[in-house]
Nanobody, 117 residues
């Protein structure tokens, strides 16, 4: 299974972007899917996560600005990012997380998001 991200780009502070992650397989095979990001010189961090049951979790820094959603019919997970800030600049990665003991995490190749001040 492959995960392919799209939708990154350059946006001014206060702007919006929508990232999409499309799976080559059925995303229902994943227990959870999430978005992570990694800025230069920093560790990769969780941005948002959604389980197969619809449980959501967000990093404190993006609560109220970002929204994660999944479309099982399209095998896609999206991240709507509003009120973007320069500190949101990073490479954003999609993650597919299997049920415990049923395989390894699957990562996408990443998409660059750059927010200018």
């Amino acid at each position: 299974v492959e995960l392919v991200e799209s939708g990154g780009g350059l946006v001014h502070s206060g702007g919006s972007l929508k990232l999409s992650c499309t799976s080559s397989g059925n995303i229902l095979n994943f227990f959870a899917m999430g978005w992570y990001r990694q800025a230069p010189g920093k560790q990769r961090e969780l941005v948002a996560r959604i389980t197969e049951g619809g449980t959501l979790s967000y990093a404190d820094s993006v609560k109220g600005r970002f929204t994660i959603s999944r479309d099982n019919a399209k095998n896609t997970v999206s991240l709507q990012m509003n009120s973007l800030k320069p500190e949101d600049t990073a490479v954003y990665y999609c993650l597919g997380q299997p049920r415990p003991g049923l395989g390894l995490n699957t990562w996408g190749q990443g998409t660059q998001v750059t927010v200018s001040s």
